[in-house]
């Protein structure tokens, strides 16, 4: 990782004894995962939008479908906030007192909860994450917005990526598609305008895994402006309507 990516990244001294973490206590069939979480690559376009505009220290974050706590841990802006994160995975939430003993996650709560079901006080959040989760099909980002809108103070900060539909066709001639959930990218500014909110900043995702992977990605956004994912950071500019 180049020191530029590592620029909006933190606590990268910790990455190797985070994957040793998950390699030895996930269940057995899970192994995979500890490398895909503890690919800090995957946090780039997260970390970079969070460092321009999730501005002060002290803030309420909520982070939906944390997973194993890499947000929380590698991406520089989220250090000293104050963070809910909650996911409904059972296998994940054993790593919370874990990291918690090597001195990570001291301003992190942690709950499991379903995104489907869990509710916050009105207006308690300053900035709400939504990375890397909206691939699940069980998940609807304008039901998600409708409970989760509220929960965000005037002036709140949500970030979230999605895999986009224009690229689902390519995907599966290539045989990469799987039982994902994408969405147009008009529906998702659509949707987020619905709930109040002002997009500040979106962006294409240029892949986690290797170069060429990410070259792939990067010719495929400058020759064709086709992305696989996006991600868009947005602003609540107005009370959110509740339904009567
Ligand atoms: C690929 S992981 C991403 C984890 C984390 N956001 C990150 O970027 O490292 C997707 C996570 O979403 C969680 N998730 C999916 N649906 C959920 C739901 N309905 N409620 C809570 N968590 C959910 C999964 O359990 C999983 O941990």
């Not at 994450?129 to 709140?156: N, Q, S």
């Not at 602003?235 to 339904?243: A, E, I, L």
Request: hydrophobic share 40%.
């Amino acid at each position: 990782m180049s020191s530029e990516r590592a620029g909006h990244l933190a606590n990268l001294g910790y990455r190797d004894t985070y994957v040793a973490h998950l390699r030895s206590r996930l269940p057995e069939g899970w192994t995979p995962f500890s490398d895909f979480f503890g690919n800090l690559n995957r946090l780039r376009t997260l970390s970079g939008l969070l460092d321009r505009h999730l501005k002060g220290r002290g803030l309420t974050v909520l982070n939906i479908g944390c997973g194993p706590f890499a947000t929380e841990i590698f991406v520089r802006a989220l250090q000293g906030q104050q963070i809910v994160s909650f996911d409904y995975t059972a296998e994940f939430a054993p790593f919370y007192p874990v990291f918690r003993a090597d001195g990570h996650l001291t301003k992190t709560a942690f709950l499991r909860a379903d995104a489907l079901s869990v509710g916050f006080r009105p207006e308690s959040f300053d900035a709400i994450v939504i990375h890397d989760v909206l691939y699940e099909t069980g998940l609807d980002l304008d039901d998600l917005l409708e409970r989760f809108a509220p929960t965000l103070k005037p002036g709140g900060l949500v970030y979230l990526d999605a895999m986009n539909e224009s690229t689902r066709r390519l995907w599966r001639m290539l045989g990469k598609e799987k039982a994902y959930r994408r969405y147009r990218r008009e529906d998702v500014m659509a949707s987020l305008r619905r709930h109040g909110f002002e997009v500040a900043e979106w962006r294409p995702v240029f892949g986690a895994s290797g170069r060429l992977l990410r070259l792939f990605h990067a010719v495929l956004w400058h020759g064709a402006r086709l992305c696989n994912t996006f991600a868009v950071v947005a602003v609540k500019v107005r009370p959110v309507k509740t339904s009567p």
